[in-house]
């Protein structure tokens, strides 16, 4: 990945914003965009940090926190919104809060072709699942960006994606 100058303070925004949101449970599958994230929430004791073997998986998970009274977010790669594309039916007939942030791939100076396509229909593929998209591209957008989706989801009952553009993370490099 190319360094980003900004990386340390728009990372630990994504935290910060879930956090002060009194997210409980950040629900995951390993991706370094949201390395920072993660790591944080594994060392918070207020935050159960879970790790997941598929995305579809963090769908219910939140469902479940959200009915025990507890608020949650997902973190994941676009590759992953296609696996959840049948779950997000859940969301929307149960009509209960879903947060998702959501690391772009396929997206602007891709590397591996086999990215693109679902990169290409991560935005489109959630908003007609009924999930309302947002899209930073510069470290300054992410905080007020998921500060609102958060307040949409968690105060408006709403389905809410928080995209984060490959500019903003880094172009990734192929490693021989």
Same mark, same amino acid.
């Given at each position: 990945?190319?360094p980003?100058?900004?990386?340390?303070?728009?990372?630990?925004?994504?935290?910060?914003v879930?956090?002060?949101?009194?997210?409980?449970?950040?629900?995951?599958?390993?991706?370094?965009?949201?390395?920072?994230?993660i790591?944080?929430?594994?060392?918070?004791?207020?935050?159960?940090?879970?790790?997941?073997?598929?995305?579809?998986?963090?769908?219910?998970?939140?469902a479940?926190?959200?009915?025990?009274?507890?608020? $949650? +977010?997902?973190? !994941?790669?676009?590759? #992953?919104?296609?696996? &959840?594309?049948?779950? @997000? *039916?859940?969301?929307a007939?149960? /009509?209960?809060?879903?947060?998702t942030?959501?690391?772009?791939?396929?997206?602007?100076?891709?590397?591996?072709?086999?990215?693109?396509?679902?990169?290409?229909?991560?935005?489109?593929a959630?908003?007609?699942?009924?999930?309302?998209?947002?899209?930073?591209?510069?470290?300054?957008?992410?905080?007020?960006?998921?500060q $609102? +989706?958060?307040? !949409?989801?968690?105060e #408006?009952?709403?389905a &809410?994606?928080?995209? @984060? *553009?490959?500019?903003l993370?880094? /172009?990734?490099?192929?490693?021989?």
């Amino acid at each position: 990945m190319t360094p980003d100058p900004d990386a340390a303070s728009w990372r630990q925004d994504v935290f910060d914003v879930l956090k002060a949101a009194g997210v409980r449970h950040v629900a995951y599958v390993p991706d370094a965009g949201h390395a920072t994230a993660i790591r944080l929430a594994e060392a918070d004791p207020e935050i159960n940090a879970v790790v997941l073997t598929t995305e579809e998986e963090g769908i219910g998970y939140l469902a479940g926190a959200w009915l025990g009274g507890e608020r $949650g +977010a997902l973190l !994941m790669q676009s590759s #992953g919104v296609g696996n &959840c594309i049948n779950t @997000l *039916g859940l969301v929307a007939c149960a /009509r209960f809060p879903f947060l998702t942030v959501v690391t772009m791939r396929g997206d602007w100076a891709e590397f591996n072709p086999w990215q693109t396509p679902m990169g290409q229909a991560t935005e489109p593929a959630l908003r007609l699942m009924g999930v309302l998209t947002w899209r930073a591209e510069e470290p300054e957008q992410v905080r007020p960006l998921l500060q $609102g +989706a958060a307040s !949409m989801a968690f105060e #408006g009952d709403a389905a &809410c994606a928080v995209l @984060l *553009g490959q500019r903003l993370i880094g /172009r990734k490099e192929w490693v021989k």
